[in-house]
């Protein structure tokens, strides 16, 4: 039984009214549309759909919702992978698509504002007559608000940082309508306290994030691709720790385990094989740096016995390699088109991929299940994707990924590297961070009393009702 | 009229069975050396200092201030410049100096967990034979606990961030003896709230940093260090932007005014001269790198008309000069010893750097004051530092400040880059952060709702009674 309340005709009046009717929809169409994400997560309907065309707007339809208790659940691209913006509880699916500008470059500053709704490679697109990007690198096209508000990253968040090292200001409209600001323009910033980075990753349950200014990297002089294949998972492994250990400031730094290489590299024309994978991209302001670095990679890979390194900096061969890691889950879709999946998205401390890696193959192994690896190595991140067809298979595969994450967990990492926590990582809040959640519980009670905000997400069903 | 109980018999008998007779003193002597730090702002000292030796210490003393309603202000080394740790209501200094122990040094990733009340150069001295530091650089030797709480940062923090841009985890003593641990050890997080970030920063006013796991640096193979004297103030700034603008990744890159430089170089014996100039420093992992940059760097100095450009890798040369750099104030109280000090530390974009300074200069002018200015320009951020020995002159120098303050903040930069708010910045908050500070305080209340925790700071004084 729902502690909310339906949506009626004075409540979608009073939301036009705000909106326009142009920017308002209960087409089950467009609630349909909206009501998933990449995710196995069941499907959820919204009642209705608002467009938002100003922070103005955002706030003034929080303002509502909180007046008759309605929930609203943020709307970006759809591409998160933890059920972030489904609408568990149905209310309003406040979607942040119209909201999609930019509203000014700083170049000089290597800065950026835009609205939330802006999709992460259009800004990219955007930004390349400036010399300039945003670095976190999610591999979809994201909308910049869903990436702030999961804490989104990437194949280049070893170099670069996830997407809360690369936001300076931000606002947010809150659940009782008020709109604040936080942050400045400046780099530095020791002035109060850091709301910036609480609405970041709060997976729009603190607020509804309107408006960004990110921090850009100018784009390198030279970039180039290194892929490194080795006899064994465990070689592979070493290498990424070793690499990282040498100091070597490498750009992405990706562990393909060896099914995902011979599914990306067969589907996408390149040669890989099947073996265990590394993928790096080096990023060097001098051609120079390059080489050296390059070399380096390349001592370290032949040291631990790297059966093959094919090194390259052109541009249309290195897009190659990178559209296959980018399209990975799109990829094995396709290929496996009667399945479903359980993936997985956990991150230890570097030191500490050895033994997860081959924890998750006994895992894989003592329940009988296909699991293919891929992972930001760099940063300790690991994706593991199950896929499955039937219901005992499932189970299974949910078996395997709690003791995986349970594992993640003992080794000082953490459930969630970059899906953030959405719907599936909710059980595991209380055994990774204790007595905190009950912080994080006070927090959400403070800024959210009626519990407008994204229900059902982030924290165990309990706390909701 | 405080809202605060006096620290009686029984409070202290309570005390002392929490950290034992060797852990507690209500002398004299004890609560001077902790009543101010280096700021001028007014003295004042606390009832009774009280050293934890373990985190349930501080939290269970946290606990009973609680229930009696005593005021605590956490205390490190005093090295701090807005007054954070000074004790406004009396109460308990809670000092963090007996627990200064490394807890581990993971070296493969590049971390270490330590205790809050150890130094910051006492570290870096203990991690030298691993070849690793902790880079953000606040030039004395501060606590880690009272960077973690100010969100210090420095010289370096142009390449390497600010303290908050170095931490991955967390234990905090609330205000209720709560004792929660927050963040994890992996790079990568994305679970939930991100309190660790609301802590760092937040100067002791929702809770009391007690163990910290630190991202580390490996020692740069190259270190190098540049000095470039310019003619005039607006070609050194430029110069700053200019070098920025390159996507060069220098590790260093100060402004240093004119009468700062010329009474650094006199007192430190080098041979800067009293000119506007530029103190740089390169880090790199090749010392072909090395030459690459410092002669870009070259190239961008000489274009904009540098005067003089010297460059050392010398490691003698390069501590005279950063030893000068970092002693700055200490050298400056020395050779003006009948003066008192209004500090400013304000931060901008890049881009407003110039304007900024142009203002100050103006500013100064305008009130008849003698200002130096320092500055860590690299990433924007300003000291203005005015002397001052009589009642009317300190009047102007604080009616110059809150001119040049309102501008920083007119320039989408902040009224704190790297001191806190402490006690001289509260007046500031609701001009630069507006409707956002009724957040602030709305959290305050959350987590401190009986406003133990070091009251009399971040927020004008209305909000603490």
Redesign the interface.
């Known amino acids: 039984m729902s502690v909310y309340n339906p949506i009626n005709t004075a409540i979608l009046t009073q939301l036009t009214a705000v909106v326009s009717p142009a920017n308002i929809s209960t087409a089950e169409a467009e609630r349909q549309l909206r009501s998933h994400d990449m995710s196995q997560h069941a499907p959820c309907m919204s009642e209705v759909v608002v467009w938002p065309t100003t922070a103005q707007q955002a706030a003034d339809v929080l303002c509502i919702a909180n007046e008759n208790r309605v929930p609203v659940t943020a709307w970006g691209a759809g591409s998160s992978l933890e059920g972030n913006p489904i609408p568990l509880f149905g209310g309003i699916s406040l979607s942040m698509e119209r909201m999609n500008h930019i509203i000014e470059v700083?170049a000089?500053?290597?800065?950026v504002t835009v609205e939330a709704g802006l999709g992460y490679k259009d800004l990219n697109a955007k930004l390349a007559r400036y010399g300039l990007f945003f670095a976190p690198d999610p591999g979809a096209n994201a909308s910049i608000g869903g990436m702030l508000a999961?804490?989104?990253?990437g194949s280049r968040?070893?170099k670069y940082?996830?997407t809360?090292?690369n936001v300076l200001a931000i606002e947010v409209a809150?659940a009782d309508g008020?709109?604040?600001?936080?942050g400045?323009?400046?780099?530095?910033?020791?002035?109060?306290?850091?709301?910036?980075?609480?609405f970041?990753?709060?997976e729009g349950t603190?607020g509804v994030i309107t408006q960004a200014t990110l921090k850009l990297?100018?784009v390198p002089t030279v970039m180039s691709s290194v892929v490194a294949t080795f006899g064994t998972v465990a070689t592979a492994v070493e290498t990424v720790?070793a690499i990282?250990?040498s100091?070597?400031?490498v750009a992405a730094l990706e562990f393909i385990g060896a099914k995902s290489a011979a599914i990306l590299s067969r589907e996408h024309g390149l040669d890989w094989g099947e073996y265990p994978t590394l993928l790096m991209e080096i990023h060097a302001?001098?051609a120079?740096?390059a080489v050296?670095d390059i070399k380096l990679v390349r001592e370290i890979c032949e040291e631990l016995g790297a059966i093959r390194i094919h090194t390259t900096t052109d541009a249309a061969e290195r897009k190659q390699m990178w559209t296959a890691r980018h399209h990975n889950f799109e990829t094995k879709v396709r290929v496996f088109p009667d399945y479903k999946w359980q993936l997985m998205?956990i991150?230890?401390?570097?030191?500490a991929y050895p033994e997860l890696i081959a924890f998750i193959s006994q895992t894989l192994d003592f329940y009988g299940l296909e699991g293919m690896m891929i992972g930001?190595a760099g940063?300790?991140?690991l994706h593991v994707e199950m896929p499955y067809k039937d219901e005992v298979t499932r189970q299974s595969t949910l078996q395997a990924n709690d003791a995986i994450v349970d594992k993640?967990i003992a080794l000082?990492?953490?459930?969630?590297?970059?899906?953030?926590?959405g719907i599936g990582?909710a059980k595991?809040?209380d055994r990774?961070?204790?007595?905190?959640?009950?912080?994080?519980r006070?927090?959400?009670?403070?800024?959210d009393p009626k519990g407008i905000l994204n229900p059902g997400k982030?924290f165990p069903p309990k706390s909701e009702h």
């Not at 000089?108 to 800065?111: A, E, I, K, L, R």
């Not at 990774?432 to 994080?440: C, Q």
């Open positions: 700083h000089n500053d290597f800065q999961n804490n989104a990253a968040t070893v940082g996830a809360k090292d809150l008020r709109l604040i600001q936080t400045a323009r400046s780099i530095k910033q020791a002035s109060g306290y850091d709301l910036l980075h609480l970041i990753g709060s603190l990297m100018p720790v990282r250990g100091g070597l400031d302001a001098h120079e740096t050296l998205d991150a230890v401390p570097i030191s930001h940063d300790g991140n993640a000082d990492g953490t459930s969630s590297g970059e899906h953030g926590v990582k595991f809040m990774e961070h204790g007595t905190a959640v009950a912080v994080m006070e927090l959400k009670q403070t800024l982030i």
